[in-house]
């Protein structure tokens, strides 16, 4: 098979790491990439949302498959698009319609949904500019903790729980009346606290059929300890010691089920990831929300944890096949942790020469690079989060020690890294 996948993140080289092991991809495509996905394909400088670009290198590639990595393009509608193209009435698109990835692009969507379908959720209400005193008046009164949603995409960030009235009230003004997320946070979805500990769950639907992949947990805070600002993500560890048999059958009978026979019902088509994130609540799962692709730098463990060939999995989901498959996975600890430019989540500088990170591959470590360029045989930071290191140990704490003595080998100016991934499990 011919394969392009879209996107320039860790998760997009783990995939093309993963990828390029199947005797079944023959060659593949990545846009636009990174310095990683370069390692394992061909990088096309095409933007995720340029359709007509991507439609064409389909075509004058003879690409046979897309595997669509992050949520932006699913969202505006480039698997319809590309089904619209009587050219490619043969290419297998991995990823959900638009109308099924409003399960990511509005929380609101997604909680109609979950409701709908009897999916234990958070109890919760949604404010626009139209009912803001409402909203205003909700707050005031809600118990505490609050959290407050962007409605809309917002990079993994547009979550905030406040611990006070004042406080909850100020973000409600931030982000409906001053726009602090943009188009996504014009409708604000207010949600009751779960007090619990979340993991990731990732589940492959061919739209009637699904498998389950490994379970995660990631990382969202700055800083160590679970403090400081959220970010797309700071590390991630599977699997999940607390997931045990008899939880992931909740979780199987009460969330996933009903999840893809929703899907069913209501028509949205969906050949592709549905990660699902959860909370667990005494012994109980609750879904907090919904992606519609795998997570970032969750990709990053599961990915290294699957046995299975990923381009006959993508094949089989395509096809409608699933049914027929049986997961594997690697039984080992796999711990990740990110590299992220001083100053990230907020502002910060980029082009710094980074060193030391070619030479880190050995038979437990891999290297997942995100905002790395390469120029003139240099590699260089381009962004917030950098890179990852991914290691595989018998525990938690041996996964994790052995990615920060390979953290402890790279620099490049103002480099930072968590210190603590797993820190619960270990």
């Keep these: 098979m011919r394969i392009l996948l879209l996107g320039a993140g860790g998760r997009e080289h783990a995939l093309a790491w993963k990828l390029t092991q199947s005797p079944s991809c023959s060659q593949l495509f990545i846009a636009p990439g990174n310095a990683g996905t370069a390692l394992c394909g061909t990088n096309i400088s095409i933007s995720l949302n340029d359709f007509e670009k991507i439609k064409a290198a389909c075509i004058s590639e003879n690409i046979n498959m897309v595997i669509v990595g992050p949520e932006d393009p699913l969202v505006n509608g480039i698997v319809n698009y590309l089904q619209q193209e009587p050219a490619l009435e043969e290419l297998h698109i991995i990823g959900p319609s638009r109308e099924a990835a409003m399960l990511e692009g509005s929380k609101a969507f997604a909680k109609v949904f979950m409701q709908k379908n009897n999916i234990p959720t958070a109890a919760y209400k949604e404010f626009t500019i139209d009912n803001y005193a409402d909203g205003v008046r909700y707050l005031q009164q809600h118990s505490l903790p609050v959290v407050l949603k962007a409605d809309g995409l917002a990079s993994g960030k547009g979550v905030v729980i406040c611990q006070n009235h004042l406080e909850a009230v100020a973000e409600f003004e931030l982000m409906i009346q001053r726009a602090k997320f943009g188009e996504a946070g014009k409708r604000v979805v207010v949600e009751a606290f779960l007090d619990g500990i979340e993991l990731s769950v990732f589940v492959l639907t061919d739209g009637n059929g699904y498998v389950i992949l490994p379970e995660a947990k990631d990382y969202k805070k700055v800083g160590e300890g679970d403090t400081g600002l959220n970010t797309g993500g700071m590390g991630a560890v599977s699997p999940v010691s607390f997931a045990d048999k008899s939880f992931m059958q909740k979780v199987e009978q009460q969330i996933i089920k009903p999840t893809i026979q929703g899907l069913k019902d209501d028509n949205l088509k969906y050949h592709g990831f549905v990660f699902?994130?959860?909370?667990?609540?005494?012994?109980?799962?609750?879904?907090i929300e919904y992606n519609c692709r795998m997570g970032d730098?969750?990709?990053?463990?599961?990915?290294?944890?699957?046995?299975?060939?990923?381009?006959?999995?993508?094949?089989?989901?395509?096809?409608?096949?699933l049914h027929t498959v049986q997961i594997e996975t690697d039984k080992r600890f796999a711990c990740t942790i990110m590299a992220v430019s001083g100053g990230y989540p907020n502002e910060h500088a980029t082009g710094f020469e980074i060193t030391g990170l070619e030479d880190l591959y050995d038979d437990h470590s891999l290297v997942f690079y995100a905002a790395v360029k390469k120029e003139n045989d240099q590699l260089y930071t381009n962004g917030g989060r950098i890179f990852c290191i991914t290691s595989f140990g018998e525990t938690v704490a041996e996964a994790s020690g052995r990615s920060k003595e390979k953290l402890a080998g790279v620099h490049f100016n103002g480099m930072y890294y968590r210190g603590d991934i797993g820190f619960e499990f270990t």
Excluded: H, S, Y
């Design 276 to 287: 699902i994130g959860l909370m667990k609540v005494g012994d109980d799962p609750f879904v």
């Design 297 to 321: 730098p969750e990709t990053e463990v599961v990915m290294p944890r699957l046995k299975n060939d990923l381009a006959l999995l993508m094949k089989a989901t395509a096809e409608g096949k």
